[in-house]
């Protein structure tokens, strides 16, 4: 071999041993991609308590004005708010031998849509009563089941409330009495005295509420 031609082969592989072709990639580089962290919930993050749902307004029927008249508005028909049994109910006697409901079984019940305020739109407007008075078929009902309750004889005619509608009364179990006995009854005259008055400005009408309520027979 010629001693020149290989010298520069020796050369080449003492500077560049062999360690295979250098290789450049020009494809960028990666990295595995990290996993986010699911947010927690904000009740957990704060330690605050997640709010609740407001429940729903108590129903009117069974709150109590003062004297512990039921308050109820029932337009048209009669609220069974007191839900009570046969023989239940015992009458009263009033001083002068007029019969006189059971307080706890008829209190009363006053209707929320009169008020003192309004009077002169409502019960002391021509009219008032018939648009919130219920049908015969109701009141007719209503009237042989308070007889029932009374232990009465359910042949005796009369009319049947306490408070009337005239004086801001309402359509309710707890306002029927049974006015047993021809129509106009002694109660009919004082109720509709105490309505005059109310109209009038001599007499407020919670006192007529409760007057007629408490003892029709001693009402102012």
């Not at 050369?11 to 290789?23: D, E, I, N, Y």
Request: with cysteine.
């Amino acid at each position: 071999m010629n001693a020149r031609r290989a010298l520069p082969g020796l050369l080449l592989l003492l500077l560049f041993p062999a360690c295979g072709p250098l290789v450049t990639s020009s494809a960028p580089e990666t990295r595995p991609p990290t996993m986010a962290s699911t947010p927690a919930p904000a009740s957990a993050a704060t330690g605050t308590t997640p709010p609740t749902v407001p429940s729903s307004p108590a129903p009117v029927a069974g709150a109590t004005a003062a004297g512990g008249l039921h308050v109820l508005h029932s337009p048209g028909v009669v609220t069974d708010d007191e839900h009570l049994a046969p023989g239940q109910c015992h009458a009263r006697t009033a001083a002068g031998g007029q019969p006189l409901p059971d307080p706890a079984c008829t209190p009363g019940a006053i209707d929320p849509a009169v008020t003192q305020a309004d009077i002169a739109t409502t019960i002391c407007r021509s009219g008032y009563t018939a648009t919130l008075r219920p049908p015969s078929s109701d009141t007719g009902r209503w009237k042989i089941r308070t007889y029932v309750f009374y232990g009465l004889d359910t042949s005796i005619g009369g009319e049947n409330d306490l408070v009337p509608l005239e004086l801001g009364g309402t359509n309710a179990a707890s306002n029927l009495w049974v006015e047993s006995g021809s129509i106009p009854n002694p109660k009919d005259k004082v109720e509709n005295r105490l309505h005059d008055e109310v109209c009038t400005g001599t007499l407020t009408l919670a006192a007529a509420q409760e007057a007629i309520a408490t003892d029709w027979t001693t009402a102012p």
